[in-house]
């Protein structure tokens, strides 16, 4: 009956944006009177699935198979149904992710499992099971029954906040017969950019909009990133214009992000642009334009020229 | 080739969301209901395969009467014919349902759809339509050519992209840049009156999920403005007053 994780791996280890998911499983398992396993798929370091613990999951199943080395929906699919079926979990927790929107669709279709994505709080479990929701891209909130047996729920970053402690969990082989069909859809190739923080992960976002005139000028952007150690965002009209690349923009038809601190630099703030952004826990605006309806979403702002006052703030930054 | 593109009503994208009926219903007043900006993406690249190859492309929805003038520009952005399933979209598994029995019986190359919908963004329904028909499932898909029956692709992944390759059929979630949106000209919006629309009742009625209420988000308290000659001050505001540095 345990409640069953889906770890993602990068680089050997557990993902930090999964690690939210481990501690928001185990609550949950608290909750029902249970354990809570995670699931690793992929080649990782055994030491590094043990930390898992450290975020209340007693167990780590590794299903290591060279041939799930590639993110492949279909066939992580039915691993994590194969470990559910293990351990006999009804409830299944995810961080959402470009990887894990994939496989839990598929997941929910093989189990017919009731999926609440974009879940903002811990369950209600009082009568039922109830989950609190980010609908229409962040304007709203739905409070949602899921009334299946098996019940999938993918977490929005910091859903919740995670406290370590010093434990270590067991971690298992996990080797379920694997099947053909599932490979079908072959990976031919991938590019990451390299060095920088992934967007949708990123506690500090500074992103940019059409104010900065250019490609050129997107230095003094950087600059600021830089020094924040934060990601790099753009509006829609940017990614358009191909100033940028598409996976910097945010809004309704891009990325949605909820960092910690989101720095919006020359952007005004269309409707839709907000809709990407505002579940951040604290946005500042800077526009020249003291209209900027962007302002009447904002925590601080500052009217002026960001070509000015980036490199002001860069600089406040580095005095820290 | 055949293609089934699956698009979903949606309200506008600058629709000021609320609710009535002490927060159980969604306030439909003077809302402005359009394709899912997703799926439009996925009806235009449809049509372009279309242009390349020959075939057809079917348009379905999932939706009440009034949906119908939404099918009908999307009949006149290109597709041949549509198939509404007459229901209320009730959740993600309810949908993918009624769209596996209509592609059951339409043996489509492809069946594209946006990545999600822009109301509930579950993101769901491509992955449980693949399942249902036994065939793969890729999201969100950015670019989308077929070769010899092969469909070559990128999808997005954490901080990258990815190519993938995989045999017909496929179900895929769509997002851009994989087409330009297009725009129905006046040919085209003359032929869609004429277009069949064929109107079905729903084939199952398994639901998993259903919505008790809802919630708009807390607003803000008033933005505090800092003079644009202090705005060093900013970092240090955000170090000990919002505590996020």
């Given amino acids: 009956m345990s409640v069953l994780i889906f770890a993602e791996v990068a680089d050997g280890a557990i993902r930090k944006s999964s690690q939210e998911a481990l501690y928001y499983g185990a609550k949950v398992a608290e909750m029902m009177g249970t354990t809570a396993t995670a699931l690793a798929i992929g080649s990782a370091n055994t030491d590094a699935l043990a930390a898992a613990g450290r975020f209340g999951v007693t167990k780590v199943l590794h299903a290591a198979d060279g041939a799930l080395n590639e993110a492949n929906s279909m066939a992580y699919a039915s691993v994590i149904a194969a470990a559910a079926a293990h351990e006999g979990a009804k409830v299944i927790v995810t961080a959402k992710s470009t990887l894990s929107d994939g496989v839990m669709a598929r997941l929910s279709g093989k189990m017919k499992a009731a999926l609440g994505a974009n879940v903002t709080d811990l369950p209600d479990l009082s009568n039922g099971f109830r989950v609190m929701s980010s609908i229409f891209t962040g304007k709203a909130f739905a409070v949602t029954e899921l009334k299946a047996d098996v019940k999938i729920i993918a977490i929005k970053k910091n859903a919740i906040v995670p406290v370590e402690t010093a434990a270590l969990a067991t971690v298992e082989a996990f080797a379920p017969a694997l099947n053909d069909a599932d490979f079908s859809v072959k990976i031919t190739g991938q590019t990451k950019a390299s060095g920088a923080i992934s967007l949708p992960e990123a506690d500090l976002v500074v992103s940019a909009g059409r104010g900065f005139k250019g490609p050129e000028n997107w230095g003094i952007v950087e600059d600021l990133a830089n020094a924040l150690g934060a990601a790099t965002a753009c509006s829609k009209p940017v990614s358009d214009l191909d100033w940028r690349p598409h996976h910097e923009h945010v809004g309704q038809t891009g990325v949605k992000v909820s960092p910690n601190l989101y720095i919006a630099c020359g952007i005004s703030g269309a409707i839709q642009h907000l809709a990407g952004v505002n579940s951040s826990k604290v946005i500042v605006v800077i526009n020249k334009d003291p209209e900027a309806p962007f302002f009447k979403a904002a925590d601080y702002g500052i009217v002026g020229d960001v070509f000015e006052i980036l490199p002001k703030l860069t600089a406040a930054v580095k005095a820290l | ?245």
Avoid at chain 2, 8 to 27: G, Q, Y
């Fill in chain 2, 1 to 245: 080739m055949k293609i089934l593109v699956c698009v979903t009503s949606v309200p506008d994208t600058t629709t000021k969301i609320s609710f009535t009926d002490n927060n159980t219903k969604f306030n439909k007043a003077g809302v402005t209901y359009i394709a899912g900006p997703y799926d439009d993406y996925a009806l235009s690249r449809a049509v372009e395969l279309k242009e390349q190859f020959g075939g057809t492309v079917t348009v379905i929805n999932v939706g009440e009467a009034d949906t119908e003038t939404m099918i009908r520009k999307c009949l006149a952005i290109g597709a041949d014919d549509a198939v509404r399933v007459n229901a209320v979209p009730t959740d993600a598994y309810f949908v993918a349902e009624q769209i596996a029995a209509v592609a059951k019986e339409g043996n489509y190359d492809l069946i594209l759809m946006g990545r999600e919908s822009i109301d509930y963004n579950g993101g769901q329904v491509h992955g449980i339509v693949g399942e249902m028909l036994g065939i793969p499932s890729i999201t969100p898909v950015m670019k989308l050519d077929i070769e010899n029956g092969v469909a070559k692709m990128y999808k997005e992944i954490e901080g990258g992209k990815q190519t993938v390759e995989a045999p017909l059929p496929l179900v895929l979630g769509c997002q851009e840049p994989i087409a330009d949106w297009k725009i129905p000209n006046m040919r085209g919006i003359m032929t869609a009156r004429t277009k069949p629309l064929r109107v079905v009742e729903p084939a199952a009625n398994d639901v998993l999920t259903s919505v008790d209420s809802y919630e708009l988000p807390a607003a803000r308290s008033s933005c505090r403005m800092i003079p644009a000659e202090e705005a060093e001050t900013l970092i240090m505001l955000l170090k000990t007053e919002a505590k996020v540095l």
